[in-house]
């Protein structure tokens, strides 16, 4: 896989088949039984996921917003972190 097919295979990837995948890479590494250069290999890819997931979490966590009711009665919404 080319580093563009692979940036691009990420980009359609949903955040439960990144993080599946993440999980995958991380047992086999802590198993210790890969030969170095794939190892590497896999290193290199767990991070792209890694950053892949962050950056999925970020978009959810921007799109989370807190209905409130002003004081005449209309509701509005704003960001949930914004109290």
Do not use: W
Not at 31 to 54: D, F, V, W
């Amino acid at each position: 896989m080319t580093a563009a097919s692979a940036k691009k295979s990420l980009e359609t990837l949903s955040f439960e088949d990144a993080l599946s995948e993440l999980e995958t890479i991380v047992r086999s590494l802590e198993s210790g039984q890969a030969p170095l250069e794939q190892s590497i290999t896999a290193y290199e890819r767990g991070m792209a996921l890694k950053q892949h997931c962050e950056k999925r979490l970020n978009e959810a966590q921007a799109k989370i917003e807190k209905i409130t009711t002003a004081k005449d009665g209309t509701l509005k919404t704003q960001p949930l972190d914004g109290e």
